[in-house]
């Protein structure tokens, strides 16, 4: 039968049963797509609403430094998000890390980067520490026995930034008596582990437990990768500026903060000395400027009335001095220009002044 | 087209529109996209119940373990405080949660001591324990954590399950705390368990002196859980208030006294052949704090709990034991 109408001659009176099944199977589809939609939608899932940090930074993390940094656990409304593209890219040249397994060792995993931001996820808890002396960045590999899985060697290198804060965290970390190497500027052994500092890094080698062998092959990886380590061999100040009489090798430590338990003590080199049986502990800090210098001398002189009895103070044009008795021990602390130093906690007064007024002389001559 | 085949279609048209415009209707929200999710997460937020047991007045509270052999230790020492049966029953679901925080050996002392771990796990299927989950949430590389810490071996080697923490597994959890006041937990493993026994090194922390039975439940977090850190006290405090564990064991087999919570020196780690064991974590804590040389006055956490009621620091006027064994 003919449709009526203008366009009656172009109208089709039957549609065929394959049009009828594709338009069926069409609109199923879509009805299928619309439920897929609604239940996709009753399925919270904040990951999908955090921003991807890697996507945003400049750079694509190559192979052999894969930014690591788990972001798959839902975070709490509380929860805050690094900065976009802040500190996501390994600040270390690549590839330091690549190939340091000896024969019949492997890597375990990838090299992993940490930045100041995602550190805790490796060292949680201790980042902080890190962070104060300015961290830049974590490379790490795990090397494990070929042949007995139990046997591992991490090998974590901390880029510091600047040589001053390499050896810095490596020295406040140093624990006493430990064996020294001869590894970058300074090293140590504890059992199978090694630990030293060069350039700008700081370097941790640790064995998964004891033995000759397993401290041949943390040796052995050490030394490969201070080869690869560069740097420039400048002495920091605090070695040249501290006195190098009668000091105890390995004892020098610089604290970016609290050094000797003082908060304003900040940016101090401590070294200990042997005067005859006694040990005497002196400091040196390099200030900002003299107005600086004055006011931790002022924090200071306040901390030795507050807890012990000023015995002298003396000003002269080059430098001022105070000494104070803090409950049996005594503490001589100057300041000449920008420089604070000196002793802290000595048995002698007398010995505690000459010992100050030795690191003055000393600072005279260096000037 | 005629006039009748016009108004069918026209019709069918129309009720299609309405049919479309009913649907909309009915799955429109007015809450919008922000409060929606919120008022979602609300929804799915959890409680922990109490998995502590209730032994009676008088029962023994706490017990020190001196010894080598942390199986034997286990045994006397759960033995004086009324037998494992007194807090794992059969049919129990046990979730064991050790420290692993860190991919370091044991011998480092950063991690809970695998044969700690086993002795634990071997005394609740003794007990007839339907499954023993072993679970922790160590942020970065989990795998690692738990195989260079033998703490997956351990759990093999006792037929115990490892659960990892998968994107999944994590929920809002209603802490109630200070400052954990509804946080994101790796919860799935305490929504399985009837029993939980925390089983924690005991280890020097750079940020707040000690690692022991409280802080261990900070494994538990999820979400970015540094930024707790300027307040660790009061958050260590809060993980009181957000479990009560059937049963803490200070792992004290090894100390590490220094450069914790990460350790790496051998030096650093000193055996000192103890496990603690008790219902009362501060007081478990505060007595933990000794075995470090260092005075249970000046830990400014299990005083915070201590003052909200979650514990005793005065472990002497407890009822406890010490047991030398094997």
């Known amino acids: 039968m003919l449709a009526r109408g203008k366009r009656g001659g172009c109208a089709r009176a039957r549609i065929s049963r394959t049009e009828t099944a594709i338009s069926c199977m069409l609109l199923l589809l879509m009805a299928g797509i619309g439920v897929a939609i609604y239940a996709k939608g009753q399925i919270y899932d904040p990951s999908l609403y955090r921003p991807e940090l890697t996507a945003l930074s400049k750079q694509a993390p190559t192979e052999a430094h894969p930014v690591e940094s788990r972001t798959d656990q839902p975070a709490s409304a509380g929860a805050q998000m690094p900065a976009p593209g802040v500190g996501t890219q390994p600040a270390s040249p690549p590839g330091l890390l690549d190939n340091l397994a000896p024969t019949g060792w492997k890597p375990l995993e990838n090299v992993t980067h940490f930045t100041a931001d995602t550190l805790y996820e490796k060292i949680d808890g201790r980042a902080e520490e890190y962070l104060d002396y300015k961290f830049v960045g974590l490379t790490c590999v795990s090397l494990v026995n070929a042949q007995d899985s139990k046997q591992f060697i991490d090998v974590y290198l901390y880029d510091m930034g600047q040589p001053a804060q390499a050896f810095g965290v490596f020295s406040v970390e140093r624990t006493e008596g430990l064996p020294a190497v001869t590894l970058g500027r300074e090293g140590y052994r504890a059992e199978a582990s090694y630990f030293f500092w060069k350039g700008r890094y700081y370097v941790q080698v640790l064995g998964s437990g004891k033995g000759a062998a397993i401290e041949q092959i943390g040796l052995n990886v050490a030394r490969t990768l201070e080869k690869r380590l560069k740097d420039d061999g400048k002495p920091l100040w605090g070695f040249k500026a501290l006195p190098e009489k009668d000091r105890i090798p390995g004892s020098i430590q610089y604290f970016v903060k609290d050094a000797m338990s003082l908060d304003f003590m900040k940016e101090t080199y401590i070294a200990l000395y042997r005067k005859g049986d006694a040990k005497v502990t002196a400091f040196l800090s390099k200030q900002p400027s003299g107005e600086t210098a004055a006011k931790t001398l002022a924090s200071y002189e306040g901390h030795m009335k507050k807890y012990g009895k000023v015995a002298e103070k003396r000003e002269t044009d080059a430098y001022t001095l105070i000494s104070a008795d803090m409950g049996g021990a005594f503490d001589v602390v100057f300041r000449k220009g920008n420089l604070i130093g000196g002793v802290s906690m000595v048995e002698d007064l007398s010995m505690a002044e000459k010992a100050a007024l030795d690191m003055l002389a000393g600072l005279r001559d260096k000037d | ?326």
């Open chain 2, 1 to 326: 087209m005629d006039r009748r085949e016009f108004l069918k279609r026209a019709a069918g048209a129309g009720l299609a529109i309405a049919g479309s415009a009913l649907g909309a209707a009915w799955l429109y929200d007015p809450r919008g996209g922000a409060e929606y999710f919120r008022s979602e997460e609300n929804k799915k937020t959890a409680s922990l119940k109490s998995y502590r047991v209730d032994r009676g007045k008088g029962a023994v509270e706490m017990t020190v373990v001196r010894g080598k052999d942390p199986e034997k230790m286990m045994r006397a020492g759960i033995q004086a405080m009324g037998g494992i049966g007194s807090f794992v029953q059969k049919g129990d679901v046990v979730l064991i949660k050790p420290n692993v925080a860190f991919d370091r050996a044991p011998a480092l002392g950063a991690t809970t001591s695998p044969d700690v771990l086993k002795a634990v796990a071997l005394l609740c299927k003794k007990a007839g324990a339907r499954k023993i989950i072993v679970a922790d949430n160590p942020i970065n590389q989990p795998e690692g954590c738990f195989f260079k810490s033998g703490i997956q071996q351990a759990a093999a080697d006792v037929g115990a399950e490892v659960m990892l923490p998968k994107p999944g597994a994590f929920s809002l959890v209603k802490i109630g705390g200070e400052i954990l006041k509804t946080w994101s937990m790796f919860h799935r493993p305490l929504e399985h368990a009837t029993k939980v026994i925390g089983v924690a090194p005991c280890k020097d922390h750079n940020l707040c002196s000690a690692s022991m039975t409280m802080k261990n439940w900070y494994g538990l977090l999820g979400g970015r859980r540094n930024q707790f850190h300027q307040q660790i006290h009061t958050v260590i405090a809060d993980f009181a208030q957000m479990i009560r564990p059937t049963l803490v064991v200070l792992d004290a087999t090894r100390v590490l006294m220094q450069n914790g919570p990460t350790g790496g020196r051998l030096s650093d780690v000193q055996e000192a052949d103890t496990l603690v064991i008790g219902t009362d974590m501060v007081a478990v804590d505060a007595f933990g704090y000794t075995l470090l040389g260092r005075d249970p006055e000046k830990l400014e956490y299990i005083h915070k709990a201590e003052a909200r009621g979650l514990g005793s620091t005065k472990w002497k006027e407890q009822n406890w034991r010490e047991v030398l064994a094997g």
